[in-house]
């Protein structure tokens, strides 16, 4: 009964057209009073308390650097780097953006403005170039959900802070996974278009390519700059968004000097936005993963997937299911906030390793920004590149497919986490 009004509730909101964060306050009123608990003070307090957390200070910081990223030059060096080394080969551009996308998920952390930033750049190109544009834009919008998986991952704050797991571990974790994902998109890509046209762009001389890797060795600085000082102790997770920030603007103002102070207005304003919508939501989440608790709803679903308990490989297949159904309807951050409490006291009863779900958990969520009818991903590719919607889904299959072959590959075999993760983090 008690998972039935959870649910009940919170769909109901939604049906309505509550935004996700209100209806996951009306979710949390109704529990209460389903278990004759209400008190507004308790509800307030949670509320506060949701927000109140050091870890979270990450998440408007790494949204300021994606943005101070676009706007000082740093993305579209990336891109010319990756022009320079591969755009000449047949279908190259495809290729420049794979590539581009790995190099720019380990500086922003966010798969909206990765995925914006790349379309933006680069559909043009290919649609003058000849390239099939549903394709194209397809293989974009896959490339821009590596962002949540290699670190620093927005995603893997907001899940550490719910499920109480080292965002630093997370953050080691995710790089070899993220890695895996880049190259299925390539393997998918050279699979799907060799019909693609020739390049035009002129191969590269060693001159021009010295010329392109100084002129992005700055860029490239960034994520070496943040994986390194977490690996060696200097900066936490949190300092090494305020340290991606500083960096930014610092390269974007003074080194390419494409960054302007009226530029900085809109880049504050859009991290603002987006940090608060996304604050509020882990706030009101906190809410109910307090009362899903209290009303013990993780051990009745427990109870469902009891005979699984001692199959981890069995386990992990039948939570994983479970997200990509409601990542189908749900937007990234509240799958992450709602399923996170009532999923992870399963995971410590089944002995499965806290940081490889995470990994895992956050791959299928990143999944879920190419599946319809939400699809946050295709929305942005389709705005910018003013392509119907119908048009990209046929455009992502192949890549989507890619992505989901990688996530049952990491099921089965759970050391290509877990091994590269205990190495890299040195214990």
């Given at each position: 009964m ?9 769909i ?8 996700i ?12 009073l ?6 507004s ?18 998440v ?11 706007a ?80 620093p ?13 080292s ?14 994902m ?56 949190t ?9 930014a ?18 880049a504050?304003l859009?991290?603002l936005?987006?940090s ?33 308990i ?34 992870m006291?399963?995971?410590?009863q ?8 995470g990994?895992?958990f ?23 590149g ?11 299959m ?30």
């Amino acid at each position: 009964m008690t998972v039935f009004i959870f649910l009940g509730s919170l769909i109901g909101a939604m049906a309505l057209g509550m935004p996700i964060a209100m209806a996951l306050l009306v979710c949390g009123v109704a529990l209460m009073l389903q278990l004759g608990t209400f008190d507004s003070q308790i509800l307030a307090q949670n509320l506060i308390g949701g927000a109140d957390s050091f870890p979270l200070m990450a998440v408007p910081f790494f949204m300021l650097a994606g943005e101070l990223m676009n706007a000082g030059g740093l993305s579209r060096r990336i891109i010319a780097l990756a022009v320079t080394l591969v755009g000449h080969v047949r279908g190259g551009l495809g290729y420049v953006a794979v590539l581009a996308a790995l190099v720019m998920a380990s500086i922003s952390g966010s798969a909206v403005a990765d995925t914006a930033a790349l379309a933006a750049i680069l559909l043009p190109m290919m649609k003058q170039a000849g390239y099939n544009l549903p394709r194209a834009a397809g293989l974009i919008s896959a490339g821009g959900i590596i962002a949540p998986v290699i670190p620093p991952s927005i995603g893997f704050v907001v899940f550490g802070v719910a499920a109480g797991v080292s965002i630093t571990r997370l953050f080691i974790a995710g790089i070899v996974p993220g890695i895996l994902m880049g190259l299925a998109l390539l393997i998918t890509w050279y699979i799907v278009a060799r019909d693609e046209p020739a390049a035009r762009v002129q191969r590269a001389s060693i001159r021009e390519i010295g010329h392109a890797v100084i002129d992005g060795l700055w860029a490239l600085g960034l994520p070496v700059l943040i994986i390194g000082g977490m690996k060696a102790g200097m900066f936490t997770p949190t300092e090494a968004a305020v340290v991606a920030a500083v960096y930014a603007a610092f390269v974007g103002g003074f080194i390419y000097r494409e960054l302007k102070l009226e530029d900085l207005r809109p880049a504050l304003l859009a991290a603002l936005k987006t940090s608060a919508a996304v604050m509020f939501l882990v706030a009101a989440a906190m809410v109910s993963a307090w009362l899903i608790t209290i009303a013990d709803i993780p051990a009745q679903v427990s109870s469902l997937l009891g005979p699984l308990i001692d199959n981890k490989t069995l386990l992990m297949l039948a939570m994983m299911f479970l997200v990509v159904v409601v990542g189908t309807a749900l937007d990234f951050i509240p799958t992450v906030l709602i399923l996170t409490p009532v999923l992870m006291p399963i995971v410590k009863q089944a002995g499965i390793d806290p940081v490889y779900f995470g990994v895992m958990f956050i791959i299928n969520n990143a999944i879920g920004l190419l599946t319809p009818p939400v699809g946050t991903v295709l929305n942005v590719v389709c705005a910018v590149g003013r392509i119907p919607m119908d048009k990209v889904i046929r455009g992502v299959m192949p890549f989507l497919l890619a992505q989901l072959a990688v996530l049952l590959l990491l099921i089965f075999v759970p050391e290509i986490v877990t091994v590269p993760a205990r190495w890299l983090y040195g214990r």
